[in-house]
């Protein structure tokens, strides 16, 4: 086994599996000038060894491997590393195994020959998908992992009863649903639970997020193409309606779908089947669709921008999750989960203080559980003693006054501007009940730099931008 010198990349970490005297030792070492972090591994028992022993952003296997298969071990990576994306290379004439590698869950195909651009773009996607995975924790085909845990959403208040009673219906069926609620609600923990109480439980579910990607990257991984379809297109590649079939594909953010993708959606609703990019065939694809929004979607299809027929197929069943100000009483177990069972590793849990939980009662959450859960992590690391007190908290949820918003600002000359641009954009955004594309209008600015805004505020993730 072989690494490369280079120890602070940009581009992220690759190993290569290879066979031994191959044009896969001249592609490493062109993967390290573009600055990726290579690992060589001769044979697919030492790249085993390899990845049990390092951490590792993607996979590039050869497809011509002795002894213990390239295939077998393309399974053994699905099932020990689900989330980590594996990039295959194959001699032209073995398409039969380049195919097979695809229904296995490798992301890409390409030929030994390929030209390092290109290479570099697919591991650059294959990444990507990595990443995407690891925030959905999406399971590939061949993967023995369950698609997710069996948990439904926590809470005491009747409106989450209510909700866990109709996740408890609709479950068992095949139907469409639409899940409705503001940015940090919680839709996709109910996706998750819809999911785990289905009949397709143990089949593949593929996450997709609309406000995410770019509309051709969209298109692509949920349909997949054809060779040549497009440039940069040099191999086939299944999509998510392909590789899903008998599971779940959970389209977030629905409502952004770009206008001209919804037809396509509406197809694979109606009729069970899509088409690759570039294809011919139509594919019979056996998927049940779980959608979410944080828009009204009735506002959506009488504006224009989405099809009144598409979100009457998706919204066969709709879903809505009350914000976190609507139910405070949730509040407390909340905190209970987050302190227990969200914390990194390294975090112990601690107490919170009866003074803290009436802060936390008293503010309105305009960033709902995503804002509370990134608050407690906060508090965590601060807190001393083991104990969260109120000094442990933002300012903005010590001196929420319980109707919607911070004090007024006193009028001291210690109130700094970065203060009161705090508490302005927080409180546009709970005026617009957490809609930040209808936030950043408001406030004059671009989404862009709301979300940064709302990052360094704690009540926005970066990976989710």
């Known amino acids: 086994m ?114 390092p651009q290109a290479l570099e773009r697919s591991l650059e996607m294959a990444m990507e998908q990595g990443r995407l995975r690891r925030r959905s924790q999406v399971t590939p085909r061949g993967s023995l992992r369950a698609p997710c845990a069996a ?99 959970f389209l977030d953010e629905i409502t952004e779908t770009p206008p001209e993708l919804q037809a396509k959606l509406l197809r694979v609703l109606q009729f069970q089947e899509c088409r690759r990019i570039g294809g011919k065939r139509l594919i019979p694809s056996n998927v049940r669709v779980v959608a979410a929004t944080n828009r009204d979607p009735e506002v959506e299809v009488a504006a224009g921008r989405f099809r009144e027929d598409l979100y009457h197929r998706l919204a066969a069943i709709t879903l809505r999750i009350a914000p976190l100000r609507e139910r405070p009483e949730d509040i407390g177990p909340l905190v209970d989960l987050i302190l227990s069972e969200r914390l990194p590793r390294d975090t112990p849990p601690p107490a919170l203080s009866e003074e803290a939980l009436a802060c936390l009662m008293r503010h309105h959450w305009p960033g709902n559980v995503r804002e509370l859960e990134n608050v407690l992590l906060r508090a965590s690391i601060l807190c001393e003693g083991g104990v969260i007190q109120p000094r442990d908290l933002p300012a903005s949820i010590r001196e929420s006054n319980g109707n919607g918003g911070p004090r007024s600002l006193p009028a001291s000359p210690d109130a700094t501007l970065g203060e009161m641009e705090r508490r302005h954009i927080l409180g546009m955004l709970e005026r617009c009940g957490g809609n930040k594309a209808e936030t ?22 970066p990976e989710e931008i």
């Open 2 to 115: 072989r690494s490369s010198d280079r120890r602070s990349p940009s581009r992220g970490s690759v190993l290569v599996i290879h066979c031994g005297i191959t044009p896969l030792e001249r592609i490493s070492d062109e993967l390290t000038r573009r600055d990726f972090a290579v690992t060589t591994a001769a044979g697919g028992s030492e790249g085993l060894r390899a990845l049990s022993g390092g951490e590792f952003d993607a996979v590039l296997l050869d497809l011509c491997l002795p002894g213990r298969g390239s295939l077998q071990v393309l399974e053994q990576i699905a099932m020990r590393h689900p989330d980590l994306p594996v990039v295959l290379l194959s001699p032209p004439s073995d398409v039969a195994r380049a195919v097979d590698g695809m229904r296995r869950g490798a992301c890409d195909c390409l030929e030994k020959s390929v030209p």
């Open 151 to 249: 948990q439904h959403p926590v809470g005491h208040s009747s409106l989450m009863r209510d909700l866990r009673g109709m996740i408890e219906r609709v479950a068992p069926t095949d139907i469409s649903v639409l899940i409705t609620g503001e940015s940090g609600t919680g839709k996709e923990v109910v996706a998750r639970s819809l999911v785990a109480h289905s009949a397709r439980a143990d089949q593949p579910l593929f996450t997709l997020n609309f406000a995410a990607m770019p509309a051709s990257l969209i298109e692509s991984e949920l349909f997949g193409h054809e060779r040549g379809a497009f440039t940069g297109a040099d191999q086939a590649r299944p999509g998510f309606f392909e590789l899903a079939d008998g599971g779940t594909v």
């Open 440 to 461: 950043a209008r408001r406030l004059g600015i671009t989404k862009r730099t709301l979300y940064n805004k709302l990052i360094h505020y704690g009540v926005h993730r």
